[in-house]
């Protein structure tokens, strides 16, 4: 998205330019003895002691005081009279003056005359001058003439002057000389901000890749919002993770290093100091160093504060910051914005978000829109932008898209997505591949996907693994994998390994009066989880471990949750529970349940009810029942049952 500026917009860049380039000409003049007057003037008690000094060295000068001449000169050559200085530096130059022959070449190179005030910069060099030094190096360097540079450079870096170090250390870096650090860390030391921000960059790097490894990145990911997939909002910084020994020293350092170039006022040093008090859960202050950093003007730290603002509760203030980020071209906050607006309702609003995010270059935009359609089963249209983020090289957007055209029927145009979603590192698209493989009968090459997204953590991956482990046989690869599965919440996992670990109990010795209550084995908590999450098989088992300790009252309360949920099991066993207490017209309308589900114990246990009712028809009904639906010796003693009953109603 292009926002326009007003002509006052534009006169005042024009205005940043040129100060701009009076700021840069100051770092290289040098300043004479004599030379007693701030350049920046602020108040009138300033400007009138600018005013006497000139006035003085003015007065001195004309009697041919070289010291006035050349900070006379120099005073206005920093005002930007390049006419009224130059006599004054040329007559100073030629009594040997060498702060006012670097600054004729301040003058010169102003006036778009680098050869000549290169010539003044090596007379003022060679005479001992390291601004003079710096400003020649520099101009070998915009020549290509990087030997000559280099030893300029370092002529002005060895007499400590701080711009000659970050200099010298820029050209080494562009080397891959690993003496560009020394220099670097010369400048830093002396103040220069910059410098501070890149020795951190170049420390915290080697920590990261020391603690990682050097193809392993530390950025993190955060999500504005369901559904909406954003990169972090603590301005996608690599962020290291937990180093040690020598690595943790090195990235406490180049903390120190960011923070002192943000107390200079370094916007981006601001702005990963922020992010590394965040990634550290020091959030408050890394809320003033994103302020600080985005009120100079850095759209990601603007972005970032609006993630910790919104974090906080406070969605309405993260708005503002995004909005502001967002306007000066962060797609990020653009992403964040388009979520907030579509969690609200306003899908218009979030379409328009999301179109300047994909418009700032952040594909995760189209990938959006794309989310946003299919939510409002717009298929047509989020295929297009699922496919477009695709083409960029968006994983999620490639899986997604294979996941679209599987459930159109076209599962050999999803293939090739789904592969290149997993490739690409997407656990999600390894998990589908395995089910895609599976559906075709291929177990072997669905294994081999599952085994992957597994690694990654998949947790139904996992599980499939652990069932695939189960059905070979080994039962240690199925406990490991099952324990990862129901660890990350899988409830039949939770099952499966409490089955596991329920076959290797030994079997219960005789209850003996008075004993203490045994508690609970592993194997029973992990049913209980399953149950606890609705698993209806987990719940029948928890409630026949209960029974067995002898809790009835917990042995209802589960049997009667499964059964109320449709388990003819518990329905049956909940009949039992009954019975033994009982209450046989209720337990035989939880039987009928059963029955009618199918459970040929259940219609067994109706017909016996029946018969001692006196009810033979009803109990010959039943029995027909429990033969048609077995197991094979419920089968047998249903038709003895009805046999008697046939007899007893023909005698």
Same mark, same amino acid.
């Given at each position: 998205?292009?926002?326009?500026?007003?002509?006052?917009?534009?006169?005042?860049?024009?205005?940043?330019?040129?100060?701009?380039?009076?700021?840069?000409?100051?770092?290289?003049?040098?300043?004479?003895?004599?030379?007693?007057?701030?350049?920046?003037?602020?108040?009138?008690?300033?400007?009138?002691?600018?005013?006497?000094?000139?006035?003085?060295?003015?007065?001195?000068?004309?009697?041919?005081?070289?010291?006035?001449?050349?900070?006379?000169?120099?005073?206005?050559?920093?005002?930007?009279?390049?006419?009224?200085?130059?006599?004054?530096?040329?007559?100073?130059?030629?009594?040997?003056?060498?702060?006012?022959?670097?600054?004729?070449?301040?003058?010169?190179? /102003?006036?778009?005359?680098?050869?000549?005030?290169?010539?003044?910069?090596?007379?003022?060099?060679?005479?001992?001058?390291?601004?003079?030094?710096?400003?020649?190096?520099?101009?070998?360097?915009?020549?290509?003439?990087?030997?000559?540079?280099?030893?300029?450079?370092?002529?002005?870096?060895?007499?400590?002057?701080?711009?000659?170090?970050?200099?010298?250390?820029?050209?080494?870096?562009?080397?891959?000389?690993?003496?560009?650090?020394?220099?670097?860390?010369?400048?830093?030391?002396?103040?220069?901000?910059?410098?501070?921000?890149?020795?951190?960059?170049?420390?915290?790097?080697?920590?990261?890749?020391?603690?990682?490894?050097?193809?392993?990145?530390?950025?993190?990911?955060?999500?504005?919002?369901?559904?909406?997939?954003?990169?972090?909002?603590?301005?996608?910084?690599?962020?290291?993770?937990?180093?040690?020994?020598?690595?943790?020293?090195?990235?406490?350092?180049?903390?120190?290093?960011?923070?002192?170039?943000?107390?200079?006022?370094?916007?981006?040093?601001?702005?990963?100091?922020?992010?590394?008090?965040?990634?550290?859960?020091?959030?408050?202050?890394?809320?003033?160093?994103?302020?600080?950093?985005?009120?100079?003007?850095?759209?990601?730290?603007?972005?970032?504060?609006?993630?910790?603002?919104?974090?906080?509760?406070?969605?309405?203030?993260?708005?503002?910051?995004?909005?502001?980020?967002? /306007?000066?071209?962060?797609?990020?906050?653009?992403?964040?914005?388009?979520?907030?607006?579509?969690?609200?309702?306003? /899908?218009?609003?979030?379409?328009?978000?999301?179109?300047?995010?994909?418009?700032?270059?952040?594909?995760?935009?189209?990938?959006?829109?794309?989310?946003?359609?299919?939510?409002?089963?717009?298929?047509?249209?989020?295929?297009?932008?699922?496919?477009?983020?695709?083409?960029?090289?968006?994983?999620?957007?490639?899986?997604?898209?294979?996941?679209?055209?599987?459930?159109?029927?076209?599962?050999?145009?999803?293939?090739?997505?789904?592969?290149?979603?997993?490739?690409?590192?997407?656990?999600?698209?390894?998990?589908?591949?395995?089910?895609?493989?599976?559906?075709?009968?291929?177990?072997?090459?669905?294994?081999?996907?599952?085994?992957?997204?597994?690694?990654?953590?998949?947790?139904?991956?996992?599980?499939?693994?652990?069932?695939?482990?189960?059905?070979?046989?080994?039962?240690?690869?199925?406990?490991?994998?099952?324990?990862?599965?129901?660890?990350?919440?899988?409830?039949?996992?939770?099952?499966?390994?409490?089955?596991?670990?329920?076959?290797?109990?030994?079997?219960?010795?005789?209850?003996?009066?008075?004993?203490?209550?045994?508690?609970?084995?592993?194997?029973?908590?992990?049913?209980?989880?399953?149950?606890?999450?609705?698993?209806?098989?987990?719940?029948?088992?928890?409630?026949?471990?209960?029974?067995?300790?002898?809790?009835?009252?917990?042995?209802?309360?589960?049997?009667?949750?499964?059964?109320?949920?449709?388990?003819?099991?518990?329905?049956?066993?909940?009949?039992?529970?009954?019975?033994?207490?009982?209450?046989?017209?209720?337990?035989?309308?939880?039987?009928?349940?059963?029955?009618?589900?199918?459970?040929?114990?259940?219609?067994?246990?109706?017909?016996?009810?029946?018969?001692?009712?006196?009810?033979?028809?009803?109990?010959?009904?039943?029995?027909?029942?429990?033969?048609?639906?077995?197991?094979?010796?419920?089968?047998?003693?249903?038709?003895?049952?009805?046999?008697?009953?046939? /007899?007893?109603?023909?005698?």
């Amino acid at each position: 998205m292009v926002f326009m500026g007003d002509r006052a917009t534009l006169l005042e860049t024009g205005r940043f330019v040129q100060r701009h380039a009076r700021n840069a000409a100051d770092e290289i003049i040098e300043a004479a003895g004599a030379v007693d007057a701030a350049v920046d003037t602020t108040t009138e008690t300033d400007a009138e002691n600018e005013t006497e000094t000139e006035a003085r060295h003015r007065r001195a000068a004309e009697c041919g005081d070289l010291a006035s001449m050349s900070a006379l000169g120099a005073l206005l050559l920093r005002r930007g009279d390049l006419d009224g200085a130059e006599p004054y530096l040329r007559g100073a130059t030629a009594e040997g003056d060498r702060a006012a022959a670097n600054n004729l070449g301040v003058l010169l190179h /102003q006036r778009g005359y680098p050869d000549e005030a290169a010539g003044w910069w090596r007379v003022a060099a060679v005479a001992g001058s390291a601004p003079a030094a710096h400003a020649l190096g520099r101009h070998h360097r915009e020549r290509g003439d990087e030997p000559a540079a280099e030893y300029w450079l370092r002529q002005a870096a060895e007499q400590g002057h701080a711009l000659g170090a970050y200099a010298l250390a820029d050209l080494l870096e562009h080397r891959s000389d690993v003496g560009a650090e020394r220099w670097l860390r010369a400048a830093a030391e002396q103040g220069h901000r910059e410098a501070a921000y890149r020795l951190a960059l170049a420390l915290e790097r080697r920590a990261t890749e020391t603690t990682r490894g050097p193809h392993e990145t530390g950025t993190r990911l955060r999500t504005p919002g369901a559904g909406a997939v954003v990169p972090s909002g603590a301005a996608a910084a690599a962020v290291p993770g937990q180093p040690a020994g020598e690595a943790a020293g090195e990235a406490a350092e180049a903390e120190q290093w960011f923070r002192q170039a943000a107390a200079r006022g370094h916007r981006r040093a601001a702005l990963h100091l922020g992010a590394i008090l965040e990634h550290r859960g020091e959030l408050k202050e890394a809320g003033r160093w994103y302020l600080s950093s985005a009120k100079e003007g850095e759209a990601k730290a603007a972005c970032a504060l609006g993630f910790l603002l919104r974090d906080a509760g406070d969605e309405e203030s993260a708005a503002v910051w995004w909005l502001r980020a967002a /306007q000066d071209g962060d797609g990020n906050a653009a992403n964040a914005l388009g979520a907030l607006h579509a969690a609200r309702g306003e /899908q218009q609003t979030a379409e328009r978000w999301y179109r300047a995010a994909m418009d700032a270059g952040d594909v995760n935009g189209a990938y959006n829109l794309g989310l946003l359609c299919a939510a409002q089963d717009r298929i047509p249209q989020a295929e297009q932008w699922y496919r477009r983020a695709a083409y960029a090289g968006h994983r999620e957007a490639a899986n997604a898209l294979a996941v679209l055209l599987l459930q159109a029927g076209d599962a050999n145009g999803a293939e090739p997505w789904f592969s290149k979603a997993a490739e690409a590192g997407s656990v999600d698209a390894a998990f589908n591949l395995g089910i895609l493989h599976a559906g075709r009968g291929d177990d072997r090459t669905a294994l081999v996907w599952y085994e992957r997204a597994a690694a990654a953590g998949h947790t139904e991956a996992a599980l499939q693994v652990g069932i695939a482990a189960l059905r070979d046989g080994d039962e240690q690869t199925a406990e490991r994998h099952l324990r990862c599965a129901a660890g990350g919440g899988s409830a039949e996992a939770a099952f499966r390994l409490a089955s596991v670990l329920d076959a290797r109990r030994p079997e219960p010795g005789p209850a003996v009066l008075g004993a203490p209550r045994e508690e609970k084995s592993e194997c029973e908590e992990w049913y209980e989880r399953a149950a606890q999450q609705g698993h209806r098989r987990a719940q029948v088992r928890v409630g026949m471990l209960a029974a067995g300790r002898g809790d009835l009252a917990e042995a209802d309360r589960w049997y009667r949750e499964a059964a109320e949920a449709g388990s003819r099991n518990g329905a049956f066993n909940l009949g039992l529970l009954l019975a033994r207490e009982g209450s046989e017209r209720e337990a035989a309308l939880w039987w009928t349940r059963a029955a009618r589900a199918g459970h040929g114990r259940a219609a067994l246990r109706l017909a016996l009810l029946a018969a001692r009712r006196g009810e033979l028809t009803e109990g010959r009904r039943w029995c027909d029942r429990a033969v048609e639906l077995g197991p094979a010796e419920v089968a047998e003693r249903a038709a003895r049952l009805s046999e008697a009953l046939h /007899q007893e109603l023909t005698a």
